[in-house]
């Protein structure tokens, strides 16, 4: 993340704190009223109608609670957001469904934020993990982590690292018919040769025919975070992997 | 028809000559062409040529390649006539190719009807020819011949109805004056057929169903009214033994797959080898793998004919690797059983008795919750050509090894067109080539060339291989062998022990069959890897 964006978190959050809270009740109803009156148009996040982001507060002709509930009630004149029959107290539910919708957006932005920094600082994760062009190559890059993998799965892999190895993320010890041993993160391999990435990064492609032993290795080479991250540093950094869905 | 040249097709028409029957059937004396889909019709996939050897295999090199215009598998094997390759470009485009450049001078373009559905790729395995006269058969079910010379189509016959479920994927074969097929829809509640067609005229000459109707011998073996949708297709080339003028064809799995118990009985001829009168179709006689076969093991391998001494005396053998795991040995005049034993891992059966049944494992049935069996369902082997070297007098089975899958059975109701399998089967190794190579695991199983002595029915060496291989075999009088694997290599063995002599990596995943042929005496082999043809020959 940015600069830029964390300026503009700071200044979002500090609009929503100018907001009013809103009853649990409310947000459930409002949820109730977007889907059927709003969805259809703005899309589940909001964000279908160009120019508006209405879960992450982004309206064009609005800014309190009030000029919203007017908005859905009244509609915008010459443009395709009609007017509704909802009752004010239900448009107000609606905001209220908006607005939290938008408080958690920035509460998971800061939380991603705190993530971020532990992977690129206190973790070292980069030391070995390459996220979008930057960071290590001997272990497996984690720019799509998140697409493929359940959050739970990751904090796993992050606290027990050998609780499970996915296939692809293996790696092999090789030692060599001259007593030379290799070890590496598994690229790929057949029946006449093997490639693998050694600790230092670099791409290694062995002959099988030139090898004494062949194996993979039964530990991971990531080391447990176990008591290492204070229990919201872990929840951070789950939250930050979580997000990385690919470039 | 695209014309390419003209003066091409001129050139091709001069070159080439008429093929008869004698000359297929004499194929082993012009080792220079490749006559039928295995090179002959005893099936042996053998080439007597022998420039190609094993001190210089290693000068190889490749001397043409002709790319597919499509990305489905190429499963065809070419046949070589006097200097021209004709080959099926998939589904069902037939390329005539000079063989010593990879030139092309005709395209002749079917379009399959939308109907078509065959289950498992739109692929065919290659062509017949009779005269100057090319067979294919389409996967929309029909038989269409060709002129050699101009890839124009002469007859056009329906075979059956694509939009039950009815494909062919085989290469024909010529017998005498007719072009037998069979066809393909197993998957489907088909009930499967081999058939005979006037070579000149697309007339059917006769029909032999794989499931006998009502009132005929075998009925019985299916409960109820399962018979009548009950699969035993035909989807690979079957073998002709002059003497006897008996032709022999493998008959595919009964039908629903996996699910059994609403067609109580062995399911005849499902799962069998017929011998049939080549003149009339009539059954002379059966010898049945799998009895109610509940593991899809098709009985499709390429019967392989071959000569040999046999406890003391000589015999007409068959050599059948089958998918259900079991080498056979059979006696192919009276179809005697003569030998069977396992050639990779097996947990169905616990072994055949005395007349080749197998003696099922007991609990080994596809059961709701799944039951691990080996082979899983690609089986032992598939459809991938075995060899048999008269010269080595050994038989190699392409093979799949430790290799299983949860059985699952569940209620499955015949509708027409439809996929009827009865359960499934998920194998963490996937049935056509698709994950990554870092995520193979060697407990999942492993592609291995298994060299057998069909006179022990014992494994002699073989060559294992990382990968699972979807690739045919083909020996040479040199004592070679060359196939291929899903990983693209093309591999050259010493057919005597096994001995890699020479690899190269095509790109992309082996799922033909090699053969050779030569043109002006030099010797050239030829495979299909991805979509595309390659052809080499010594530098």
Redesign the interface.
């Known amino acids: 993340m940015g600069m830029l964006r964390f300026v503009l978190f700071a200044v979002f959050v500090g609009a929503l704190c100018a907001q009013q809270s809103y009853r649990p009740d409310d947000v459930k109803a409002g949820s109730e009223l977007y889907a059927t009156n709003c969805m259809n148009c703005h899309g589940p996040d909001g964000e279908a109608v160009s120019g508006a982001d209405l879960m992450l507060g982004k309206f064009r002709r609005a800014a309190s609670d009030g000029e919203l509930v007017g908005i859905i009630t009244g509609g915008i004149p010459a443009t395709a957001m009609p007017p509704s029959s909802l009752s004010a107290t239900q448009a107000r539910t609606i905001v209220a469904y908006l607005r939290s919708r938008a408080a958690s957006a920035v509460a998971d932005a800061a939380s991603l934020a705190r993530g971020r920094s532990v992977f690129e600082g206190k973790g070292g994760c980069l030391g070995c993990h390459r996220v979008r062009g930057t960071g290590g190559l001997t272990g497996p890059d984690l720019t799509s982590i998140g697409s493929f993998r359940k959050p739970a799965d990751v904090e796993r892999s992050i606290v027990d690292p050998n609780a499970e190895i996915l ?2 993320n ?1 790696t092999l010890r090789a030692v060599t018919k001259d007593g030379a041993t290799i070890t590496g993160r ?7 040769g093997v490639q693998l990435v050694d600790p230092k990064g670099r791409l290694v492609s062995l002959d099988r025919s030139n090898l004494r032993e062949l194996a993979f290795a039964k530990q991971s080479p990531m080391p447990s975070y176990r008591g290492k991250l204070a229990s919201m540093e872990l929840a951070d950094l789950v939250a930050y992997l979580a997000s990385l869905k690919g470039i | 028809m695209t014309r390419i040249a003209f003066a091409l097709v001129i050139a091709a028409s001069a070159a080439s000559a008429q093929v008869s029957f004698d000359r297929i059937l004499h194929a082993g004396q012009e080792p220079q062409n490749w006559l039928s889909y295995s090179g002959g019709v005893e099936s042996q996939r053998y080439s007597a040529l022998n420039e190609i050897k094993s001190g210089n295999v290693k000068d190889l090199e490749l001397k043409w390649v002709f790319q597919a215009r499509s990305t489905e598998k190429f499963e065809a094997t070419a046949l070589v006539v006097d200097g021209i390759l004709y080959t099926v470009q998939a589904p069902n485009d037939v390329v005539a190719i000079d063989a010593t450049t990879g030139r092309v001078f005709w395209i002749y373009s079917y379009v399959p009807s939308t109907e078509a559905r065959p289950c498992c790729g739109r692929v065919n395995r290659g062509l017949a020819i009779l005269g100057n006269t090319l067979f294919m058969a389409t996967i929309d079910a029909h038989l269409i011949a060709l002129d050699a010379k101009t890839g124009q189509a002469i007859w056009d016959t329906e075979i059956a109805k694509p939009e039950a479920g009815y494909a062919m994927t085989l290469a024909p074969l010529v017998v005498k004056d007719k072009v037998i097929i069979g066809t393909a829809g197993g998957e489907y509640g088909i009930r499967g057929f081999i058939a005979a067609y006037d070579a000149q005229t697309g007339k059917e000459a006769w029909r032999f169903y794989t499931i006998p109707g009502p009132g005929e011998p075998g009925n019985q073996t299916w409960a109820g009214d399962s018979w009548k949708h009950g699969g035993a297709s035909v989807w690979m080339t079957g073998s002709y033994d002059p003497d006897l003028n008996l032709t022999y064809w493998g008959i595919g799995n009964p039908g629903p797959d996996w699910n059994g118990d609403n067609r109580a009985g062995d399911n005849l001829y499902s799962d069998c080898v017929v011998a049939l009168d080549a003149d009339t179709g009539k059954l002379k006689w059966y010898f049945q793998f799998t009895p109610h076969d509940e593991f899809d093991y098709d009985a499709v391998q390429v019967p392989v004919l071959a000569q040999m001494d046999w406890q003391g005396r000589q015999r007409k053998v068959m050599l059948w690797g089958n998918r259900n795991g079991f080498f056979y040995v059979l006696d192919r005049t009276s179809g005697q059983f003569l030998q069977g034993k396992p050639f990779t891992k097996v947990n169905w059966a616990t072994g055949l008795d005395e007349r080749g049944r197998p003696m099922r494992a007991p609990g080994m049935t596809p059961s709701q919750e799944g039951t691990r069996i080996y082979p899983g369902p690609v089986g032992g082997t598939n459809w991938y050509s075995p060899s048999y070297s008269p010269h080595t007098g050994l038989f190699y089975i392409p093979t799949w090894d430790g290799y299983s899958a949860p059985y699952v059975k569940r209620k499955d109701e015949y509708k027409e067109g439809q996929l009827y399998f009865g359960g499934n089967a998920n194998s963490p190794v996937p049935a056509l080539r698709g994950l990554q190579f870092n995520n193979r695991n060697e407990e999942d199983g492993f592609g291995v060339i298994r060299a057998m002595d069909p006179k022990s029915g014992e494994k002699k060496w073989e060559f294992k291989m990382t990968e699972m291989t979807d690739s045919g075999i083909l020996t040479t009088a040199s004592d070679l062998l060359f196939t291929g694997n899903r990983e693209g290599y093309f591999l050259a063995l010493d057919a005597r022990d096994g001995t890699l002599l020479w690899k190269v990596l095509l790109g992309s995943h082996v799922s033909s069959g090699p053969m050779s042929y030569s043109v002006g005496g030099k010797q050239y082999v030829t495979v299909a890897a991805g979509s595309s043809l390659f052809a080499f020959a010594l530098r």
Do not use: I, M, N, V
């Not at chain 1, 598994?186 to 006449?192: C, P, R, V």
């Open positions: 296939d692809e293996r598994l690229l790929s391999y057949d029946t006449f």
